[in-house]
């Protein structure tokens, strides 16, 4: 375990950006008072470590009870909330299962916890004017899109020989870039749709978010996920044939189903229901499907239970949770870094998680992205490809400065 106070800027700009899902009161007044990191590898359980270093602040504590709880008082120094990012790979060491291939952007923490104060000092700011000299190389992937339809055939396999009955299958790219990535990151934000859009930075990198999906969402004991899975161009050809797709259905029904029992570990007995199915929403050039879970916490509920409980997303491994996750072990050439985790807030009152798909982050020296989809026994392999190459293209576009390309060009 490894814990460390607040930083000063190297190699990048450091306490820049509006974090996903901040409060917007809290713009422009916060000021670091204490942060955490680790990385796998290090010693220690994360998700317990994430509990300690988080509940001496009384942050998360109110959220996770339906009894409200005294708070830190009128303290103008006390902790209002936390900024939170779990790698994907945090999650799965969190429940035993592989945590994959190592972090393509090494110097990135795989759980970074940073405690905010409303006081005088240096603020979070909002993001700067782009900067100049910026320049982006090309985009290097990680594997050939050969190579990525062979992983795809061979998770069908898997699924044919019933070793799982679905699995996500990500790819990466990185591209070396020059001046300063922030603005970039920021850009990266602002994407329609974005519901957990912000940007959290340490020494030596940071993190871009524009993220449409809720991991877990918790206020008043009350816990609510929205798992996202199936895709089409946002045209009215898109919507009709992701309404109508039985494939997409059945592999958004297979997770709705997975995200429930996940819930359900951490859950009251039978309060846990379906809100809404196979919702259509709109991400950037992309119709996807939605829908919402919800459940009340079980009695006695700490943070460390319920990120073992949602750590790594279901709509991003698949189903059985850690029979995927040794599958993606097996088939990914590269970690899935900030990829695929979790970035969000955790304040006294109020827990709020996002999925960091359409997730970007920045080393000293590169950027880089993550992209994939779902795979079952129907999947076509060079389909999986197009829909993960066109789920990293508005992303692409925004962190070059360019605008995503309307559909259907």
């Known amino acids: 375990m490894m814990e460390i106070g607040p930083l000063v800027v190297e190699t990048l700009p450091y306490g820049v950006g509006t974090t996903p899902a901040m409060p917007s009161a809290y713009l422009d007044s916060l000021t670091e008072l204490d942060r955490f990191e680790w990385y796998v590898g290090q010693p220690g359980d994360p998700a317990e470590s994430i509990d300690r270093f988080l509940t001496q602040y009384q942050l998360g504590t109110n959220a996770l009870s339906?009894?409200?709880?005294?708070?830190?008082?009128?303290?103008?120094?006390?902790?209002?909330?936390?900024?939170?990012?779990?790698?994907?790979?945090?999650?799965?060491?969190?429940?035993?299962?592989?945590?994959?291939?190592?972090?393509?952007?090494?110097?990135?923490?795989?759980?970074?916890?940073?405690?905010?104060?409303?006081?005088?000092?240096?603020?979070?700011?909002?993001?700067?004017?782009?900067?100049?000299?910026?320049?982006?190389?090309?985009?290097?992937?990680?594997?050939?899109?050969?190579?990525?339809?062979?992983?795809?055939?061979?998770?069908?396999?898997?699924?044919?020989?019933?070793?799982?009955?679905?699995?996500?299958?990500?790819?990466?790219?990185?591209?070396?870039?020059?001046?300063?990535?922030?603005?970039?990151?920021?850009?990266?934000?602002?994407?329609?749709?974005?519901?957990?859009?912000?940007?959290?930075?340490?020494?030596?990198?940071?993190?871009?978010?524009?993220?449409?999906?809720?991991?877990?969402?918790?206020?008043?004991?009350?816990l609510v996920t929205r798992p996202i899975k199936g895709t089409r161009p946002a045209t009215a050809t898109g919507r009709a044939e992701l309404l109508a797709s039985a494939k997409e259905r059945a592999e958004h029904i297979m997770i709705v189903d997975l995200e429930r029992n996940d819930l359900a570990r951490v859950a009251a007995t039978g309060s846990v229901r379906v809100d809404e199915l196979y919702a259509i929403r709109r991400w950037c050039d992309l119709w996807q499907a939605e829908s919402t879970i919800s459940a009340h916490a079980a009695d006695g509920l700490r943070l460390a239970d319920l990120l073992r409980a949602v750590c790594p997303g279901g709509s991003v491994t698949g189903a059985p949770k850690v029979s995927a996750l040794a599958r993606i072990a097996a088939l990914e050439p590269v970690g899935r870094g900030a990829g695929m985790g979790a970035l969000g807030w955790v304040g006294p009152d109020h827990i709020d998680l996002g999925l960091t798909i359409r997730t970007a982050a920045a080393d000293g020296e590169r950027l880089h992205v993550w992209a994939g989809g779902g795979i079952t026994w129907d999947s076509d392999p060079d389909a999986e490809v197009a829909e993960a190459a066109a789920k990293a293209g508005p992303v692409r576009a925004a962190l070059a400065g360019n605008r995503p390309q309307p559909p259907g060009r």
Not at 172 to 183: K, M, N, V
């Open 66 to 222: 339906r009894t409200t709880r005294p708070g830190p008082g009128s303290d103008p120094n006390a902790p209002v909330g936390a900024a939170l990012f779990v790698s994907a790979a945090a999650g799965a060491a969190m429940i035993g299962a592989p945590t994959g291939a190592p972090n393509p952007a090494a110097g990135v923490p795989d759980v970074v916890a940073v405690v905010y104060t409303r006081t005088t000092g240096h603020p979070v700011a909002p993001a700067p004017p782009p900067a100049t000299g910026w320049w982006l190389g090309p985009w290097q992937p990680s594997w050939t899109p050969a190579a990525h339809a062979t992983a795809v055939t061979r998770a069908r396999d898997a699924i044919g020989r019933g070793d799982i009955y679905q699995v996500n299958v990500v790819g990466h790219a990185s591209a070396r870039y020059t001046g300063d990535p922030i603005p970039a990151l920021a850009r990266l934000g602002r994407l329609p749709g974005a519901r957990y859009g912000g940007v959290l930075t340490g020494n030596g990198w940071a993190i871009g978010c524009a993220s449409p999906e809720t991991l877990v969402e918790v206020t008043g004991g009350r």
